[in-house]
T-cell receptor
């Protein structure tokens, strides 16, 4: 597609439930990133996929968080047993290749609210 | 540990004047710096970048200055326009982290008429 697409745009869930967030990167972009932004804070790196390489999961805050990517296409970020501190805007970005010099293109994000 | 800091959460500037947004970093391994702009309900969009081998990069109304010894960079917007009103994020990457950007907390710029 023309841009990075994320769904849903908004999600309200009850504490303890699992949620799945989806990201469709720009076609041909081999690198895909997940970030989140909690209220009043900067963008926090979560995970990075590059082609068929093992993902860099160093930013995932706990084992309740996981992400998958099918080839060089769609990625899903799953949060199990959601907690209120998981409330944030979850942003997906893609780029032509790994490396920030190419610039990221971000999606509009999924606003997750855990009540 | 906030490695990229934007100490001014907000800034208000009159239309036509210069806007100066500041960013400090602590990691000496960072060698590439970027500015992103974010409107409400949209993802951040890339604005301008600078490599550590330079001290200035200009693109139209936007100029980024880098002072490596002070670990400080700034974004100048001149003249400021109402459409520049947005949140601006500073970001950095470096050797070993080339694929990950570390972002600051953002500065909300309001350009008034």
């Amino acid at each position: 597609g023309a841009g990075v697409s994320q769904s849903p745009s908004n999600k309200v869930t009850e504490k303890g439930k699992d949620v799945e967030l989806r990201c469709d990167p720009i076609s041909g972009h081999t690198a895909l990133y997940w970030y989140r932004q909690r209220l009043g804070q900067g963008l926090e790196f979560l995970i990075y996929f590059q082609g068929n390489s093992a993902p860099d999961k160093s930013g995932l805050p706990s084992d309740r968080f996981s992400a998958e990517r099918t080839g060089e296409s769609v990625s899903t970020l799953t949060i199990q047993r959601t907690q209120q501190e998981d409330s944030a805007v979850y942003l997906c970005a893609s780029s032509l290749a790994g490396g920030s010099n190419y610039g990221y293109t971000f999606g509009s994000g999924t606003r997750l609210t855990v009540v | 540990d906030q490695q990229v800091k934007q100490n001014s959460p907000s800034l208000s500037v009159q239309e036509g004047r210069i806007s100066i947004l500041n960013c400090d970093y602590t990691n000496s391994m960072f060698d590439y710096f970027l500015w992103y702009k974010k409107y409400p309900a949209e993802g951040p969009t890339f604005l301008i970048s600078i490599s550590s081998i330079k001290d200035k990069n200009e693109d139209g109304r936007f100029t980024v200055f880098l002072n490596k010894s002070a670990k400080h960079l700034s974004l100048h917007i001149v003249p400021s326009q109402p459409g520049d009103s947005a949140v601006y994020f500073c970001a950095a990457s470096g050797a070993g982290t080339a694929s990950k950007l570390t972002f600051g907390t953002g500065t909300r710029l309001q350009v008034t008429l």
